[in-house]
């Protein structure tokens, strides 16, 4: 997610002293691709961040929120402004009180799911073995095709680019396929509202949806996203680029997967450029082929 300012050459070699700079985001992302961020910093607590986002404000220089990269390409040429990751416990924390689960921006998906089920809260197993943490997830609104992380809302705190915190209510909040109302503000933890179930039976059901999810994904040691949002109605994406002919297809170091076209595998030669080549070779075959223009869910910075 970015939060865009204009940036102000005159301010911003002075505005982050003490934050890292030309930090290889490669090392941060599930492709293992990427160049460098201009400005990196992983804050300590909420004072630390609203602190950034206010000297991002003074400088007019873009902040870059990056989550755990799992669907995530970075351009070889690295991306300028201010790009922060919420790895410190402070935006990791997983705390649950009744039926409500308030998990930090950090905190992965999969361990909010494991955390509520083993306290009997049911509802979002079905979204286990999606990869992604907190913040991430909300954003794109993480679902399967019975349903998704935005239902289960109950509240959002978020703060804006100037710094200033604030709850959004669901109400306040859209969520849509694998989109929310989300986009200009940085979130900082949500709180679910789950439905008491059978601890037992939960994790029962739970291990079988993640042992199906594993099944649809590509293995092996090669680093490998998931490229397209499915078409609302009729065929997925994945069987789209299936009967445009494209699994196997290769440029350079990335090819389609042959398992689940809706994967781009990526070899230990590939690089970010090989991935985006692909993308628009796939997309544009497609349309020619099925006249379906396919949606990217893959961020790309």
């Not at 992604?132 to 954003?139: E, P």
């Not at 915190?165 to 979130?187: C, M, P, Q, T, W």
């Not at 709180?191 to 949806?209: F, I």
């Not at 490229?227 to 069987?239: C, H, L, Q, Y």
Request: charged content about 20%; aromatic content about 4%; some cysteine.
């Amino acid at each position: 997610m970015s939060v865009m300012n204009k940036s102000d050459n005159s301010v911003r070699q002075d505005i982050f002293r003490g934050v890292q700079r030309n930090v290889p985001l490669a090392m941060y992302t599930r492709l293992q691709l990427g160049g460098l961020a201009e400005f990196f910093a992983e804050p300590e607590s909420e004072s630390d961040l609203i602190a950034l986002l206010k000297q991002s404000q003074i400088g007019k220089i873009p902040v870059h929120i990056l989550g755990a990269g799992s669907n995530l390409l970075v351009s070889e040429k690295g991306i300028g402004g201010l790009t922060v990751r919420f790895s410190n416990p402070a935006f990791c924390g997983i705390t649950i009180e009744g039926q409500r689960v308030t998990a930090g921006a950090g905190a992965k998906l999969g361990q909010v799911i494991t955390q509520s089920v083993s306290q009997g809260l049911g509802g979002i197993e079905d979204l286990i073995g999606i990869p992604g943490n907190m913040g991430g997830s909300l954003l794109g609104n993480a679902g399967t095709n019975s349903g998704d992380l935005g239902q289960w809302v109950e509240s959002v705190r978020v703060a804006g680019i100037n710094g200033e915190i604030s709850v959004l209510s669901k109400n306040e909040i859209s969520f849509g396929y694998r989109s929310s109302s989300l986009d200009d503000a940085v979130i900082l933890s949500a709180t679910l509202r789950l439905e008491k179930d059978n601890p037992a039976e939960l994790a029962k059901r739970m291990q079988k949806l993640w042992i199906v999810r594993k099944t649809q994904q590509p293995s092996g040691e090669r680093a490998s996203v998931y490229v397209f949002k499915n078409p609302a109605t009729g065929a997925s994406a994945g069987e789209l680029v299936e009967q445009a002919g494209l699994k196997g297809t290769r440029i350079g170091g990335a090819v389609v997967s042959e398992h689940n076209a809706n994967f781009i595998m990526v070899e230990p030669e590939g690089t970010a450029e090989d991935v985006l080549r692909l993308i628009r070779f796939v997309r544009e075959q497609v349309e020619i082929i099925t006249e379906i223009k396919l949606e990217l869910s893959l961020e790309i910075w």
